[in-house]
């Protein structure tokens, strides 16, 4: 994996190689990315430490220091107190998914960077369609984010927060039943009484994030920070993605960029109401493996939520 942007030498260093694999979060010396951990020229694959610290939250939401720095600080967020990042990959022709799915377009590193994501967040945001299509199970806890999450005070995985307006959801699958931590439902105050019934039975958290029968979007992020939720990570679908952009709730996107082409009637990313300005990222980072662009960007200036 090869770091592009911030370019190569930037900060002092002579390539853009992999950050050693022995780096150790908070031990106040962040990794170099001139200090290969694989074989190749192309500086071989980055060790879960390294992406987690290229990756992670502003310091006010959970980043440490010496764990690794952003690039430059980020925009205010949407939600005071709480930092909404989306994770999503999208086809060379722009496709969100194939045939409904989106491990078609994905790669190892496009894998390896989701679990890192997931492992840096309070709660994954999903919208209910992408939790019938894609079959979420609950997360595990994983060794390899222990100590970061007890240091950062974090639960031993993140939750799941699926957002659903008339709670159409088996609540026999594991993701009810069995998670590590508590499945939320996020929904408007107005959603059907009798499906907020069954899935409380079920064991699952119901959240009211607006009045009515959905969850307003621009609410959302803060109702989860009342939980303890603030470093969220939304993987879509891209309906809910369009959704949340409509209203300002979106801090930054992790955008892969697959070297593949589907053609067919596959959304964007963001499949939503329009906005009345487009709303202004910038560029925070890129790597690159295989051909797959791993990008990031964060919202510039402040939008009311």
């Known amino acids: 994996m090869r770091r592009l942007f911030p370019c190569p030498g930037d900060d002092g260093s002579a390539s853009g190689t992999a950050p050693a694999s022995g780096s150790v979060p908070g031990s106040g010396s962040a990794p170099g990315p001139d200090s290969a951990s694989g074989p190749g020229a192309d500086g071989g694959q980055w060790s879960i430490d390294a ?3 290229a990756y992670a939250y502003p310091e006010e939401y959970g980043h440490r220091p010496g764990s690794g720095a952003p690039d430059t600080a ?15 990959v999208s086809s060379l022709d722009g496709a969100a998914h194939h045939e409904g799915r989106s491990q078609p377009l994905s790669s190892e590193a496009d894998m390896r960077i989701f679990g890192v994501l997931r ?3 309070d709660a994954v945001v999903v919208g209910a369609q992408t939790v019938r299509q894609e079959g979420y199970g609950p997360p595990r806890e994983r060794r390899a984010f222990a100590r970061r ?11 799941i927060a699926v957002v659903s307006a008339g709670l159409d959801l088996d609540f026999s699958q594991p993701l009810f039943t069995s998670p590590l931590v508590p ?5 408007g105050a107005g959603a ?10 079920a064991g699952a958290e119901v959240v009211f994030a607006g009045e009515g029968a959905t969850a307003d979007p621009a609410r959302l992020p803060g109702a989860l920070a009342e939980r303890g ?14 959704q949340l952009v409509a209203g300002g709730a979106l801090d930054e996107m992790c955008l892969t960029i697959s070297p593949r082409v589907t053609s067919g009637e596959a959304p964007r990313i963001v499949n939503g109401p329009g906005v009345e300005v487009p709303v202004d990222f910038r560029l925070a980072g890129v790597l690159e493996e295989d051909g797959f662009l791993f990008t990031r960007y964060r919202r510039t200036g402040s939008r009311a939520a």
Request: hydrophobic letters at 50%.
């Open 51 to 53: 992406l987690a610290d």
């Open 74 to 88: 980020p925009a205010a967020p949407a939600a005071p107190g709480v930092w909404l990042r989306a994770n999503m």
């Open 119 to 121: 492992g840096l967040a």
């Open 149 to 159: 999450r007890a240091a950062a005070g974090q639960g031993p995985a993140p939750a």
């Open 183 to 187: 499945t939320l439902l996020v929904t």
């Open 192 to 201: 059907p009484s009798d499906r907020v019934a069954a899935a409380r039975a």
């Open 229 to 242: 939720l603030r470093r969220l990570l939304t993987e879509g679908g891209p309906r809910l993605l369009g």
